[in-house]
């Protein structure tokens, strides 16, 4: 007598690999690994809160530090960060020039202080030259007014967007088509 040939495929064994967790406010690109003992709950907008990990970093830098729960600030803080590095490194690099108005008015930022309030006012009463560029487009998405509800003016959280006002502000004080890079 014959043994009947099966006709299904041999089953695959698969093996669970462990993965460490990639950092929950990194960008995705970033691909940056969490510390385990660095976790939080993450309460987002739906309402259902997770554990979460972050990495040395973002828990360090991020607005809610001392606490344990991360919020919409922190998500905030993530954006702006993200955004504030991004143009700095555009501008140091020359693939982003801002225009004379632009550094004005980064200049006018650098000089006064800053509170939720100041910088809404002072993008709104900004005038079509700067709404043409990219810096006004950093603060008002929101993120860094929800950032400036929550934290104070010298607050590390803001470091990355008052660096980037910094060195707008100082190209600001150079000739028109002047680089703070430029050797004279």
Known sequence: M????????????????AVAPRCHL?????????????????????????RVALCEPCHSGRP????????????AWQVVECDATTLLAAYK?????????ELEFA????????????????VRDADDTVFGGRLVHALEGGSAYILLHHVAAD????????????????????????HP????
């Open 93 to 101: 690099e020359r693939r982003w020039l801002p225009n004379r108005g």
């Open 64 to 75: 809610s530090r001392g606490k344990m729960d991360m919020g919409p600030a922190d998500l």
């Open 107 to 122: 200049a006018g930022l650098a000089r006064m202080v800053w509170t939720e309030e100041s910088v809404r006012a002072a």
């Open 155 to 178: 607050d590390p959280a803001l470091h990355s967007l008052r660096s980037l006002v910094d060195v707008l502000a100082t190209a600001a004080e150079q000739p028109p088509g002047g």
């Open 26 to 50: 990194c960008p995705d690109e970033d691909q940056v690994f969490a510390d385990p003992a660095l976790t939080v709950t993450f309460h987002p907008a739906s309402r259902i809160a997770r």
């Open 2 to 17: 014959k043994t009947p040939i099966s006709r299904i495929p041999s089953a695959k064994v698969l093996r669970l690999v």
């Open 181 to 184: 890079g430029d050797t004279a």
